[in-house]
């Protein structure tokens, strides 16, 4: 093949779509980014010039702002959009949203409840493609997750870290992160919201410590960081067993107590928004040991390493 033809061949976009797509190196890259753009340590503003559509199906805080002021203190142009304002709203596809799209910004990042939605997004767009949540994964929240556990308590790998809840989309991004990041994950569930098994023997057979059970207490023992999420996600709004999980996931609430088992120094995450006096109590999310605030802080952070390393910048 003449070296004319091979710079025909377009080089494929760095999509952020899951953390099992990534290799450790890569991630502990982007990592590495994002705490250094939290010490004021990227220089000048790299993302002059481009422009980042960040595309939300449905609602967010600090996903939406986060990404928003991050692309501006880098020198970027975000472009806010909903699906209600988009053809993709009323049935465009989204392979030829990807393709159109492409045309005009450098990169896109989408949050959806349908994560068929962006595996088409990113396989027919020419662009980096990022995943800002899906119903079975939250990658940048890992990556924020990763950053506050280490600026709190340093290195992650070889770490016991306990979830307590519902296996749902962050706890399967969760998951991937163990692999990727070389934790001990325990994971307590009741059995009907458990992460689904493929995944849990993909990270196994990575070499992953993934130990599923249905007891919290068991799951936080000597952990250093305890981590929950809500009870009803996003994508699980819709299907009307919001009561049952209630009933189901009271025994997981991170209170005192629970926190009183683990590790005397663990740290408690929670992605936030948090349903007080549901899977967390106040005491402990307002108390000493919550880290809540800084992992919410992180994400703008994090995501800058996300971005620099899609767009090829770093
Ligand atoms: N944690 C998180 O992604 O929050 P938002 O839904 O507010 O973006
Ligand atoms: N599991 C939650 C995370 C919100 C950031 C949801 O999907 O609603």
Same mark, same amino acid.
Not at 81 to 99: C, F, I, K, V
Not at 228 to 238: G, K, L, R, Y
Not at 251 to 258: D, F, G, M, T
């Given at each position: 093949?003449?070296?004319?033809? &091979?710079?025909?061949?377009?080089?494929?976009?760095?999509?952020?779509?899951?953390?099992?797509?990534?290799?450790?190196?890569?991630?502990?890259?982007?990592?590495?980014?994002? &705490?250094?753009?939290?010490?004021?340590?990227?220089?000048?503003?790299?993302?002059?010039? &481009?422009?980042? @559509?960040?595309?939300?199906?449905?609602?967010?805080?600090?996903?939406?702002? %986060?990404?928003?002021?991050?692309?501006?203190?880098?020198?970027?142009?975000?472009?806010?959009?909903? $699906?209600? #304002?988009?053809?993709?709203?009323?049935?465009?596809?989204?392979?030829?949203? @990807?393709? *159109?799209?492409?045309?005009?910004?450098?990169?896109?990042?989408?949050?959806?409840?349908? *994560?068929?939605?962006?595996?088409?997004?990113?396989?027919? %767009?020419?662009?980096?493609?990022?995943?800002?949540?899906? +119903?079975?994964?939250?990658?940048?929240?890992?990556? @924020? /997750?990763?950053?506050?556990?280490?600026?709190?308590?340093?290195?992650?790998?070889?770490?016991?870290?306990?979830?307590?809840? /519902?296996? +749902?989309?962050?706890?399967?991004?969760?998951?991937?992160?163990?692999?990727?990041? +070389?934790?001990?994950?325990?994971?307590?569930? !009741?059995?009907?919201? $458990?992460?689904?098994?493929?995944?849990?023997?993909?990270?196994?057979?990575?070499?992953?410590?993934?130990?599923?059970? +249905? #007891? !919290?207490?068991?799951?936080?023992?000597? @952990?250093?960081?305890?981590?929950?999420?809500?009870?009803? %996600?996003?994508?699980?709004?819709?299907?009307?067993?919001?009561?049952?999980?209630?009933?189901?996931?009271?025994?997981?609430?991170?209170?005192?107590?629970?926190?009183?088992?683990?590790?005397?120094?663990?740290?408690?995450?929670?992605?936030?928004?948090?349903?007080?006096?549901?899977?967390?109590?106040?005491?402990?999310?307002?108390?000493?040991?919550?880290?809540?605030?800084?992992?919410?802080?992180?994400?703008?952070?994090?995501?800058?390493?996300?971005?620099?390393?899609?767009?090829?910048?770093?």
């Amino acid at each position: 093949m003449s070296a004319a033809l &091979k710079t025909e061949v377009p080089a494929k976009p760095r999509h952020f779509l899951e953390l099992m797509d990534l290799d450790a190196a890569s991630l502990r890259h982007m990592l590495e980014l994002g &705490k250094r753009a939290k010490r004021g340590e990227i220089p000048g503003k790299p993302l002059a010039g &481009k422009t980042v @559509a960040l595309i939300f199906e449905i609602p967010s805080t600090r996903t939406r702002v %986060s990404f928003e002021v991050g692309i501006r203190q880098l020198g970027g142009e975000p472009l806010i959009l909903t $699906t209600r #304002d988009m053809q993709l709203g009323r049935g465009e596809s989204p392979a030829d949203t @990807a393709r *159109v799209m492409s045309r005009y910004v450098d990169a896109m990042m989408l949050r959806t409840t349908d *994560v068929a939605k962006i595996r088409e997004l990113a396989e027919y %767009s020419t662009v980096p493609v990022i995943n800002g949540l899906t +119903n079975v994964s939250h990658p940048c929240q890992l990556m @924020a /997750d990763m950053q506050t556990f280490e600026e709190h308590r340093g290195p992650i790998a070889g770490q016991v870290v306990a979830w307590t809840g /519902d296996g +749902n989309n962050v706890a399967q991004s969760f998951i991937q992160a163990a692999a990727r990041f +070389n934790f001990t994950l325990r994971i307590a569930t !009741p059995d009907s919201l $458990t992460p689904p098994a493929h995944l849990v023997e993909w990270a196994r057979g990575q070499g992953a410590k993934i130990e599923l059970m +249905n #007891d !919290p207490i068991a799951a936080v023992r000597g @952990a250093r960081c305890v981590v929950t999420d809500t009870w009803v %996600s996003m994508n699980d709004e819709a299907d009307g067993a919001k009561l049952n999980r209630h009933n189901l996931l009271m025994p997981y609430q991170v209170n005192a107590a629970l926190v009183k088992q683990a590790a005397p120094d663990a740290i408690v995450m929670h992605c936030l928004p948090a349903h007080r006096g549901e899977e967390i109590t106040d005491e402990v999310m307002d108390g000493p040991q919550s880290v809540v605030f800084d992992e919410a802080e992180n994400r703008l952070h994090a995501q800058k390493g996300v971005l620099l390393w899609a767009l090829g910048l770093a």
